[in-house]
């Protein structure tokens, strides 16, 4: 059963665009929210994250958006560069587990 | 340097040999995970631990085994592998009080024959 969910394996996008990649959630107990990046040959590196005490959360170009009626949260990334090409991960925890479970990723190409 | 590092970075091995692959960081976090990954099924689970004397199993903890020999060591192992054990092993630590994040190691690409 997969408690996090994200369901475009891909996304193409062209470069100064905005990329939305989605992902959902089954849990109602999970209370915070990571997205990762990553790149070929690498392991995966912390984007941004969001508690669910609010709704929005930014970071430069990226923002991380909660629907948690919904449970459903979004990453936005805006203008799109090419060097964001990579597989990106959302993730969620329960606050004081510090245990994480792991969407099945996007693959993200940004077009020059 | 890497704060975390893995090594090897590449093995192939055959069906029924034990292998171990070791993490090592320098992060100073009490908290270390294994997972693995595979196509189409993202990052799984397979033990976690947060400190020398605390390990729990994850999702997928079968056919695999774990020593925390010091907080900064955190090694996995497979008593006899199988080649449905092919995959992406990643080492990670964090989790620590004021952030949630974890920091991955570069990963160990593993191939049962």
């Known amino acids: 059963d997969q408690q996090v969910k994200q369901n475009s394996p891909s996304l193409s996008v062209q470069e100064g665009r905005i990329s939305i990649l989605n992902c959902d959630y089954t849990n109602s107990m999970f209370d915070y929210f990571l997205w990762y990046k990553k790149y070929p040959a690498e392991g995966p590196t912390f984007l941004i994250s969001i508690s669910s005490i609010k709704d929005k959360n930014e970071d430069g170009r990226f923002t991380v958006f909660l629907n948690k009626s919904a449970k459903h949260l979004s990453l936005h990334i805006v203008p799109s560069q090419p060097g964001d090409s990579a597989v990106y991960f959302c993730a969620a925890s329960t606050t004081g587990t510090y245990k994480y479970i792991f969407g099945t990723g996007t693959r993200l190409k940004v077009l020059a | 340097d890497a704060d975390v590092t893995q090594t090897p970075r590449n093995r192939i091995t055959k069906t029924g040999k034990r292998i171990m692959l070791e993490c090592s960081q320098t992060?100073?976090?009490?908290?270390m995970y294994w997972y693995r990954q595979d196509p189409g099924l993202g990052l799984r689970l397979i033990y976690y631990?947060?400190?020398?004397?605390?390990?729990n199993k994850g999702e997928i903890s079968d056919g695999y085994s774990v020593s925390r020999q010091a907080q900064a060591k955190f090694s996995l192992s497979l008593e006899s592998a199988i080649p449905n054990q092919t995959a992406l092993y990643f080492c990670a630590t964090g989790g620590e009080r004021g952030g949630g994040e974890q920091f991955f190691g570069p990963g160990t690409r593993l191939t049962v024959l």
């Open positions: 631990s947060f400190d020398v004397k605390d390990i």
């Open positions: 992060k100073g976090h009490d908290r």
